[in-house]
């Protein structure tokens, strides 16, 4: 008979056989009778929910042998939980908590007494690194509506493909694969990723240069610790990613906020000197989604070159581009070593691979390896050996060629919908690559207003501003249309369109009442 494994709170059951987690109940006070003890302790843990209902118990012959008691005395406490109702038995498979307490309705005073009678706690002492650290948040695990942004079309992503993969490369792991891998990664997927960024960004580099980490988040604090002491600056996007200021910040860089325009990160306002990292998004800039031209590429390189800076390129969304030339990655273009190259799996694929990788210059390597082995250690190796299969057998190429069909379409009926119902009130930008785009709100309407407006009407736009230090950006909206389909964007466009025209005239009709 083949056996099965069922899970009920603390106890593991098998056919034909039980066995339970040891019991670990309060101290026995010297002068207390061990029958008390043991009933007022199981009593305790049941009223306090650490024995929930339905869970078994131990065997009394197990829990005479633990606490060195003599099994009758166990029995006796038993009975007479049993007899309050705390317990119940089942002939042939033990004894359980009850599903329905006698104490039930009393369960939330006893916690609120236990509560109050505990000795406050004092106030833990933690780092100065601590007390910088700010919560980043993730995605929300809830619906997809217009226009959310940073999501691609995860109900497209071949799920049985990769389930297959996954359960291949399950059937033939080998012990050297559970011991895990190098701290930059499983070797062969750091092979497969250098080739598909020679030959899809134009990046120079060897798989020796390339860590395997959990995405651009972890990528920018290991290079953070690589590279940034207390008090250097930082140079950031603005408007800009979050995310980058938050971990650049936590390691007390001060942080310069540069302007973007149409090229892409006004190099003409960078310090020349004393700079010792900026970051950027030159493939599609976060928020405004422009890509940065070749001719302020190049700039931008002889900036560095000549203030000693480091670049950080964070290549996000760069697998999907709609129109225009491709332009090789700053990295690629990059002849003085000045380029740390970062991406994720993560929005290409789905959120939950938390998979990416960081090209590093070749004099960085080593400290950079050192780094991540003391830190992070190394990515799920498991992950890894999928992906590697995923991309070498040309999933990854077809996916990616697939989605970019998929994407151009839904940007361009967005932008057509926009043209006929948001003309006046939004316009937006027609961006050559990512998941969402920008628009710039007309008639002086007020981005925080217009983005309340239309979540009343189930649509979810973000206002520019949030992603700038002060007030730098004309007002506008963040849209995405990635994981939208077509009939959820010409919902979303309406909508929008409603409840920003609701907006200008409640606006025009408070100007109006003005004196």
């Not at 996954?166 to 499983?186: A, E, F, H, W």
């Not at 408007?239 to 302007?259: D, E, H, T």
């Not at 799920?380 to 992906?387: A, F, G, K, R, S």
């Not at 989605?403 to 926009?418: D, F, G, N, T």
């Amino acid at each position: 008979m083949k056996s099965h494994l069922y899970y009920f709170g603390c106890t593991i059951i098998m056919a034909k056989k039980a066995t339970s987690y040891a019991l670990t109940l309060p101290p026995r006070k010297p002068a207390e009778l061990a029958y008390q003890w043991l009933y007022e302790a199981m009593r305790s843990e049941i009223l306090g929910g650490r024995l929930s209902p339905g869970t078994r118990l131990p065997a009394t012959r197990d829990l005479a042998r633990q606490y060195g008691l003599a099994r009758g005395t166990i029995v006796n406490a038993f009975d007479q939980l049993a007899s309050e109702g705390y317990v119940e038995g089942a002939v042939g498979s033990g004894t359980y908590v009850s599903k329905v307490l006698p104490d039930k309705l009393l369960q939330v005073a006893a916690r609120q007494a236990e509560q109050s009678a505990r000795p406050r706690q004092r106030q833990p002492l933690i780092s100065d690194y601590a007390r910088r650290a700010r919560l980043f948040a993730g995605y929300e695990n809830r619906a997809t509506r217009a226009f959310r942004a940073n999501l691609p079309a995860l109900d497209l992503f071949p799920t049985t493909l990769w389930t297959k993969i996954t359960v291949r490369c399950l059937r033939r792991i080998s012990k050297r694969n559970l011991m895990g891998c190098d701290p930059l990664g499983y070797e062969p997927l750091r092979h497969a990723v250098a080739e598909y960024l020679g030959q899809s960004r134009g990046v120079r580099c060897v798989p020796e240069q390339v860590a395997i980490v959990s995405g651009v988040q972890e990528a920018l604090d290991l290079t953070a610790r690589l590279l940034v002491n207390r008090g250097d600056r930082v140079c950031v996007e603005n408007p800009g990613y979050p995310g980058a200021v938050l971990a650049l910040q936590a390691f007390c860089a001060k942080i310069f906020a540069v302007g973007v325009d149409s090229e892409g990160i006004e190099v003409r306002r960078l310090p020349a000197l004393a700079v010792r990292l900026v970051y950027v998004t030159p493939g599609h800039q976060f928020p405004l989604g422009t890509t940065m031209s070749l001719a302020r590429r190049l700039q931008l390189l002889e900036w560095a070159r000549k203030s000693g800076a480091v670049i950080f390129e964070d290549d996000y969304d760069s697998e999907y581009r709609y129109s225009g030339r491709p332009i090789p990655a700053l990295q690629g273009l990059d002849s003085s070593a000045s380029v740390l190259y970062a991406g994720s799996f993560s929005k290409v694929l789905f959120p939950a691979l938390r998979l990416g990788y960081v090209v590093v210059p070749f004099d960085l390597v080593h400290h950079f390896e050192a780094i991540q082995s003391l830190t992070f250690r190394h990515a799920p190796l498991l992950e890894q050996l999928v992906l590697c299969d995923f991309i070498t057998e040309g999933h990854f190429g077809r996916h990616l060629r697939h989605m970019r069909e998929v994407y151009a379409e839904r940007l361009s009926v967005l932008l057509e919908e926009a043209h006929l119902r948001l003309a006046g009130l939004l316009e937006i930008s027609n961006v050559e690559a990512g998941l969402q785009t920008a628009g710039r709100l007309c008639r002086g309407i007020d981005a925080e207003s217009a983005a309340a407006a239309a979540a009343k009407r189930n649509v979810e736009v973000t206002p520019l501003d949030r992603y700038s230090q002060g007030r730098v950006v004309p007002e506008g909206l963040q849209l995405g249309f990635a994981a939208l389909d077509v009939k959820e964007i010409r919902r979303g466009v309406r909508e929008l369109a409603i409840a920003l025209e609701a907006e200008w005239k409640a606006m025009h009709r408070g100007t109006e009442k003005s004196p």
